[in-house]
C-alpha cells in the first residue's frame, strides 16, 4: 500500500528549511526511511508521527534519522522536533480515512424503507455509519 506524509503543521515547517517542493520533499523523507528500514510495515505506520513510532518501537534515536534524510539539519533542534511530528498517511481516492488516510470502504444497507451507509478503515477499524437510529425510530412508531 502506497504511504505519504499528512499535509500538518510539522511537514509545513520541515519546508521552510529545504529547499525542495512539498511532493520531491515528501519523496525523499520515505524513500530515506524506507531505506534505512525505520519503515517496514506499512499498515502499523499509517496516522503515526516519527516520534509515537519510535516510542512505541524503540531501537532508533530520532536525530540518527534526521540525520539520515537531511544530514545537515541534524542538530537544528527545532527542525528535529518539526521531523518528530511529521505523520504517515495513507494515499486514498474516494472516501479519506479521519485516522490514518487510508481509503474506507464503503457498504450500502436498506431495512423498512431506510437506506444508510457504513464506512470501514480495514487499516485503523474506524468506522462511521449514518444508520439511522432505531432505537428513537420505535418511540416515534409507537
Ligand atoms: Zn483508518
Known amino acids: 500500500m502506497e504511504i505519504t506524509i499528512k499535509d500538518n503543521d510539522a511537514l509545513e515547517g520541515i519546508l521552510l528549511y529545504v529547499p525542495t517542493d512539498k511532493k520531491e520533499t515528501i519523496d525523499l523523507i520515505i524513500s530515506k526511511l524506507t531505506k534505512d528500514e525505520f519503515l517496514h510495515e506499512p499498515t502499523e505506520e499509517y496516522g503515526k508521527t516519527v516520534g509515537m513510532i519510535i516510542e512505541e518501537y524503540g531501537g ?3 536525530e540518527h534519522l534526521v ?5 545537515c539539519l541534524s542538530e537544528n533542534e527545532e527542525f528535529v522536533f518539526l521531523f518528530s511530528n511529521l505523520m504517515f498517511w ?11 488516510g487510508c481509503e474506507m470502504d464503503l457498504y450500502n444497507f436498506e431495512n423498512h424503507g431506510y437506506e444508510w451507509t457504513d464506512l470501514e478503515c480495514s487499516v485503523c477499524d474506524r468506522k462511521e455509519t449514518n444508520e439511522p437510529d432505531w432505537d428513537n425510530l420505535m418511540l416515534k412508531i409507537n
Open 67 to 71: 540525520n539520515v534524510v537531511f544530514p
Open 60 to 62: 532508533v534515536v530520532l
Open 90 to 100: 495513507g494515499v486514498s481516492k474516494e472516501f479519506e480515512c479521519e485516522d490514518c
